[in-house]
């Protein structure tokens, strides 16, 4: 049996740790800050080899020079148990030979832990029942190519911080770094490591993953990500997977499909998704639907992006 691997908060009970688990341990990856907008999260949450894609900026940085763009965009998604995710996010690879990225993401979702879980344990002045826990990524990437943005090497930075809900805090820095390649304009490579120095928190694993794209035509693209977590299970790799496709109808409405499996979590998800855009701007809508037994997980996501 794997274990997840979660340093005891300290002066945390074993009790309150067990009621705990579900909210914190075992929550969804796409609460933790994720940086998937929703024309990501409609293609299976795939990212690390869309030229297009914001989130790049942390799961593939090498990509960012690639192809020359000046992006601005903002998304905010909600699902099961109140959890919201807000983002914010800009590209520019036009300007010189570098190419910077930044981004700002912050993820919370309601405390499910009760009172009288917590025996012999109480916040003074505090209403249990109104807390949140909350998840900050504040993060930067550079990247730059050759042989006419055909090959690109690129590196990441990021704070991340999070609050339990319960005024206890903690934070790291997340070091990522990334080589990528775009073959006859058609097909995108690349491989990420994050987290290069283990952080020690949940949400940040140490990861290796590698992405695919091609784009068979201006209309209709397939992509894939495998993600190799070495952090998260104490006595095991987790190995998570996201394949997506992505049909443009009449040059302005694409219609996304895809499927993620978060290794970790042991959880598969199905994913669609909507838009309507040109070169100067996107509108982005997106579903996620949880496909193992239990509770039933949903979200439901939407993004703008302008290029300047």
Same mark, same amino acid.
């Given at each position: 049996?794997?274990? #997840?691997? *979660?340093?005891?908060? &300290?002066?945390?009970?074993? @009790?309150?740790?067990?009621?705990?688990?579900?909210?914190?341990?075992?929550?969804?990856?796409?609460? &933790?800050?994720?940086?998937?907008?929703? !024309?990501? $999260?409609?293609?299976?949450?795939?990212?690390?080899?869309?030229?297009?894609?914001?989130?790049?900026?942390?799961?593939?940085?090498? =990509?960012?020079?690639?192809?020359? +763009?000046?992006?601005?965009?903002?998304?905010? !998604?909600?699902?099961?148990?109140?959890?919201?995710?807000?983002?914010?996010?800009?590209?520019?690879?036009? /300007?010189?030979?570098?190419?910077?990225?930044?981004?700002?993401?912050?993820?919370?979702?309601?405390?499910?832990?009760?009172?009288?879980?917590?025996?012999?344990?109480?916040?003074? %002045?505090?209403?249990?029942?109104?807390?949140?826990?909350?998840?900050?990524?504040?993060? %930067?990437?550079?990247?730059? *190519?050759?042989?006419?943005?055909?090959? %690109?090497?690129?590196? @990441?930075?990021?704070?991340?911080?999070?609050?339990?809900?319960?005024?206890?805090?903690? @934070?790291?820095?997340?070091?990522?770094? *990334?080589?990528? !390649?775009?073959?006859?304009?058609?097909?995108?490579?690349?491989?990420?490591?994050?987290?290069?120095?283990? /952080?020690? #928190?949940?949400?940040?694993?140490?990861? #290796? &993953?590698? %992405?695919?794209?091609?784009?068979? @035509?201006?209309?209709?693209?397939? $992509?894939?990500?495998?993600?190799?977590?070495? =952090?998260?299970?104490?006595?095991?790799?987790?190995?998570?997977?996201?394949?997506?496709?992505?049909? =443009?109808?009449?040059?302005?409405?694409?219609?996304?499909?895809?499927?993620? +499996?978060?290794?970790?979590?042991?959880?598969?998800?199905?994913?669609?998704?909507?838009?309507?855009?040109?070169? $100067?701007?996107?509108?982005?809508?997106?579903? $996620?639907?949880?496909?193992?037994?239990?509770?039933?997980?949903?979200?439901?996501?939407?993004?703008?992006?302008? +290029?300047?």
């Amino acid at each position: 049996m794997f274990r #997840l691997r *979660s340093p005891r908060p &300290a002066g945390l009970p074993a @009790s309150a740790l067990l009621s705990l688990a579900g909210g914190l341990l075992f929550a969804p990856a796409a609460r &933790a800050a994720a940086p998937e907008q929703a !024309a990501e $999260q409609g293609a299976g949450l795939a990212s690390r080899a869309d030229l297009d894609s914001m989130a790049a900026i942390v799961t593939a940085p090498a =990509t960012l020079h690639l192809r020359p +763009r000046f992006d601005v965009a903002g998304s905010f !998604a909600i699902g099961t148990g109140n959890a919201r995710v807000w983002q914010a996010a800009a590209v520019d690879s036009e /300007t010189g030979p570098i190419a910077l990225g930044v981004i700002f993401s912050r993820a919370s979702e309601e405390d499910e832990v009760r009172v009288e879980d917590l025996p012999g344990w109480t916040v003074t %002045g505090k209403d249990l029942g109104e807390k949140r826990e909350t998840r900050q990524r504040v993060g %930067g990437a550079f990247a730059t *190519s050759f042989l006419d943005r055909t090959i %690109g090497v690129g590196a @990441s930075l990021a704070w991340l911080y999070r609050n339990d809900g319960f005024d206890r805090t903690e @934070s790291a820095i997340g070091v990522g770094a *990334s080589v990528g !390649a775009h073959i006859a304009r058609q097909v995108v490579l690349s491989v990420t490591g994050d987290n290069l120095v283990p /952080t020690g #928190l949940w949400f940040a694993p140490t990861t #290796l &993953a590698s %992405g695919l794209r091609l784009d068979a @035509s201006e209309a209709a693209a397939l $992509q894939g990500d495998v993600i190799l977590d070495f =952090t998260s299970l104490e006595d095991a790799l987790a190995i998570g997977a996201r394949v997506g496709a992505e049909f =443009t109808v009449g040059g302005m409405v694409p219609l996304r499909v895809g499927w993620a +499996r978060f290794g970790a979590l042991d959880e598969n998800r199905l994913t669609a998704g909507i838009g309507v855009g040109n070169d $100067q701007a996107a509108l982005d809508y997106a579903f $996620q639907a949880g496909m193992d037994a239990g509770p039933f997980e949903q979200w439901h996501g939407i993004s703008l992006r302008i +290029r300047l």
